[in-house]
């Protein structure tokens, strides 16, 4: 879903159920995960993930350690 006024560069790939913020820039070449919340610009070439949507390899690696905590 995107709000009124959220501005695409060329290029974006935005996954299904992603939800951006109105007054919201996406940069030439992002990507936005599937069901990603963005509420904030996203720079070029940059590929963000999760609620709300940050850097992929950050949001990872805060995926596993949950895991890991879930199962201790």
Known sequence: GLAGSVTLG????IGGSASIKDHTTIHSGATVGAGSG?????????TVLGY?????????KQWVVMRKLAKQ
């Open 10 to 13: 060329d290029g974006v790939i």
């Open 52 to 60: 709300p949507a940050q850097d992929a390899r950050d949001m990872l």
């Open 38 to 46: 963005v509420l904030a610009d996203i720079p070029a070439g940059k």
